[in-house]
């Protein structure tokens, strides 16, 4: 389980670095077809909005690995004073409330996004959290 676990983490961080180069080409084309708009060309299409989708999707992608690598920032101030069983408590807790603090930015993410108000998608966000989502038409 626990090399099925790191081949997935592995595959999606190098599909978010997929992700992050093809926005970085997409940007150029779009700022080559800004400036050579005198002959014809133009800048690509919601530009703006593919960038934001694609680095929300490359940092989603990134998440799992970072975790199993112990690599999400910490303040440390008082870190290293704590006594090490301590410090095993903390951080056990913080993995037993990463999937709670996870499920609060999805449901504060639903009133944010185009597909926030429909049905179908409050009804995934509701299974994917193991809950009935409420409809609001109905």
């Known amino acids: 389980m626990n090399k099925l676990i790191y081949g997935l983490s592995r595959s999606m961080a190098w ?12 940007s150029v084309a779009s700022i080559v077809g800004r400036a ?23 940092v989603f992608c990134f998440l799992p ?4 690598k112990g690599g999400h920032a ?19 807790l913080a993995d037993a409330l990463r999937p709670a603090q996870a499920s609060v930015v999805v449901i504060e993410g639903v009133g944010h996004n185009t597909l926030g108000d429909s049905p179908e998608y409050l009804r995934a966000v509701g299974s ?8 609001p038409d109905g």
């Open 15 to 26: 599909f978010g670095s997929l992700v992050l180069v093809g926005i970085a080409l997409m």
């Open 36 to 58: 050579l708009s005198g002959f014809g060309l133009g800048p690509v299409p919601g530009d703006f909005e593919l960038v934001e989708a694609g680095t929300a999707l490359a």
């Open 65 to 68: 690995w970072c975790h199993l």
């Open 74 to 92: 910490v303040v440390d101030l008082l870190w290293n004073v704590y006594p090490r069983p301590m410090r095993r408590v903390l951080l056990a």
């Open 128 to 135: 994917f959290l193991g809950a009935h989502a409420h409809d």
